[in-house]
């Protein structure tokens, strides 16, 4: 857990400028995929995350968090995610059309990355040994809020492994003590649902096996698994411990 938090801080003081200006380029890129969704947004949306993926595999996981034992593995899962995008971009396959079905939820999971460092500092930590927008968990619920607000026609191959690591996330908080990321776990599961459900009862045929109410109520007990898991994660968090 140390080494955990030493990487953080390391990782934060040697590149908070270069963060706060992949902060305001992701916040002008989402203002414009919102209010004026014009392709040549759509195609720099998408290489915005390939370069925000690929600095989490390379910046963050390969360079400062070098001193943990598990980088490597880390750096190359990231790097698998920024090499789906970049098929993504080649393709065309995430169209980036707007639903308006989930906007609520969406706007905030777009917010979830600034209220991280707030935690952070309510829980009586300082700068730099604390969680920042531009981390990998930060940007697993950025990502996930912009493909649910575009939820018209996303990359699910993406989204199975934005789950995937939000159940690591959901593992983190025990194991090195990050509280912060119960807001991940809590904010992502019925965004994963959501995506899920999309998937399957709007793109499958009807007469597919199980059937499609079969398969919402699948996906139900899933989520409601997951979230037994986050209470439960939640409370052993919580138990004073001896």
Not at 82 to 88: L, R
Request: charged residues 10%.
């Amino acid at each position: 857990m140390e080494i955990f938090w030493r990487t953080i801080a390391y990782y934060n003081s040697a590149t908070w400028l270069l963060q706060l200006v992949i902060i305001l380029i992701g916040i002008a890129l989402t203002a414009l995929l919102i209010g004026k969704p014009r392709p040549w947004v759509k195609m720099a949306m998408k290489f915005y995350m390939i370069g925000l993926y690929a600095w989490i595999s390379i910046i963050y996981y390969y360079i400062y968090c070098e001193e943990r034992s598990y980088n490597g593995v880390m750096a190359m899962f990231w790097g698998v995610m920024a090499i789906i995008w970049i098929w993504d971009a080649i393709t065309g396959y995430t169209t980036f059309e707007r639903t308006h079905k989930y906007d609520i939820l969406s706007y905030i999971l777009l917010a979830m990355p600034f209220i991280y460092p707030l935690v952070s500092l309510a829980r009586g930590l300082s700068f730099p040994e604390m969680t920042s927008p531009v981390m990998p968990c930060s940007v697993v619920v950025f990502t996930i809020g912009l493909l649910l607000l575009f939820a018209h026609k996303v990359n699910m191959f993406l989204v199975l492994f934005l789950c995937h690591w939000s159940l690591i996330g959901l593992s983190k908080t025990y194991f090195f003590q990050i509280p912060e990321d119960f807001l991940l776990a809590s904010a992502t599961i019925p965004g994963l649902y959501l995506f899920f459900r999309e998937y399957f009862l709007n793109n499958l045929h009807a007469d597919t096996k199980p059937k499609a109410k079969y398969i919402n109520w699948l996906l139900i007990t899933v989520c409601v698994g997951l979230a037994i898991l986050l209470t439960t994660t939640m409370f052993l968090e919580l138990v004073p411990k001896n």
